[in-house]
C-alpha cells in the first residue's frame, strides 16, 4: 500500500497552490481554472488558515446569488482543514475523504505544508496497487512464479 509520500512523488508538479485569505473569490476560481485543480489552501500572514474549493463556490457564491467579484475568498472557504502527514497509507486517507466526505487533504511535515492530494490521486493509487496484486495472483496461479 502506497504511502502519502509516494503519492506525493508520483505528481508530475510538487507546486501546492494557495491564495490570501483576502484575494477575491473570482481570481481564486480562475487560479483553479488555469491549473486545473479543484482546490486551493487559502492563508493568511504565511499561516494555513483555511481550504476553498470548488463546492464552497457551487454553494456559497451561486446557490447563495453572491458576486465571486465582491467576495473575499475567507467569506466562503472551510475553516476547518484535515491534514495528511507524508507516512500516512493511502488507505487511511481514503477512509478519511469518505468518512468526511472531503476531496483534498493538505499534506503537513514538520509543521510545513508539503503537498496536496486528491481523492483523484488517491483512487489512482489504489487501483494501481490492485493491479499489481491481480498480477502477481495471476502469475501464481499459472505457476510462474513461486
Ligand atoms: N488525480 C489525478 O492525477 C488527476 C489529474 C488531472 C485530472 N484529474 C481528473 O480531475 C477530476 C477530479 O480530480 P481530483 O479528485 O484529482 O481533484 P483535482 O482536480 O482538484 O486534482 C487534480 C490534480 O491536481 C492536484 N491538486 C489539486 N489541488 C491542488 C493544489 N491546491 N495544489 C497542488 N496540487 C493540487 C491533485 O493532487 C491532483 O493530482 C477527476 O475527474 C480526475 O480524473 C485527475
Given at each position: 500500500?502506497?504511502?502519502?509520500?509516494?503519492?506525493?512523488?508520483?505528481k508530475p508538479d510538487?507546486t501546492v497552490h494557495t491564495i490570501d485569505?483576502?484575494a477575491l473569490v473570482y481570481d481564486a476560481m480562475k487560479r483553479m481554472a488555469e491549473k486545473q485543480i479543484g482546490a486551493l489552501v487559502v492563508?493568511?500572514?504565511?499561516?494555513?488558515?483555511?481550504?476553498v474549493t470548488e463546492?464552497?463556490y457551487?454553494?456559497?457564491?451561486?446557490?447563495?446569488?453572491?458576486?465571486s467579484k465582491?467576495?473575499?475568498v475567507?467569506?466562503?472557504?472551510?475553516?476547518?482543514?484535515?491534514?495528511?502527514?507524508?507516512?500516512?497509507?493511502?488507505?487511511?486517507?481514503?477512509?478519511?475523504?469518505?468518512?468526511?466526505?472531503?476531496?483534498h487533504?493538505?499534506?503537513?511535515?514538520?509543521?510545513?505544508?508539503?503537498?496536496m492530494?486528491s481523492?483523484?490521486?488517491?483512487?489512482?493509487?489504489?487501483?494501481?496497487?490492485?493491479?499489481?496484486?491481480?498480477?502477481?495472483?495471476?502469475?501464481?496461479?499459472?505457476?510462474?512464479?513461486?
Amino acid at each position: 500500500m502506497a504511502t502519502v509520500a509516494q503519492i506525493l512523488k508520483s505528481k508530475p508538479d510538487a507546486t501546492v497552490h494557495t491564495i490570501d485569505a483576502s484575494a477575491l473569490v473570482y481570481d481564486a476560481m480562475k487560479r483553479m481554472a488555469e491549473k486545473q485543480i479543484g482546490a486551493l489552501v487559502v492563508t493568511e500572514d504565511g499561516k494555513i488558515v483555511g481550504i476553498v474549493t470548488e463546492r464552497d463556490y457551487a454553494r456559497k457564491i451561486v446557490l447563495m446569488d453572491r458576486s465571486s467579484k465582491a467576495t473575499p475568498v475567507h467569506d466562503i472557504m472551510t475553516r476547518e482543514v484535515r491534514y495528511v502527514r507524508p507516512e500516512d497509507s493511502a488507505q487511511s486517507c481514503m477512509a478519511l475523504v469518505t468518512e468526511r466526505r472531503l476531496r483534498h487533504l493538505p499534506v503537513i511535515d514538520g509543521g510545513r505544508l508539503v503537498g496536496m492530494i486528491s481523492i483523484g490521486d488517491l483512487v489512482k493509487s489504489i487501483i494501481s496497487d490492485q493491479a499489481f496484486t491481480i498480477q502477481q495472483l495471476e502469475l501464481y496461479i499459472r505457476g510462474e512464479r513461486a
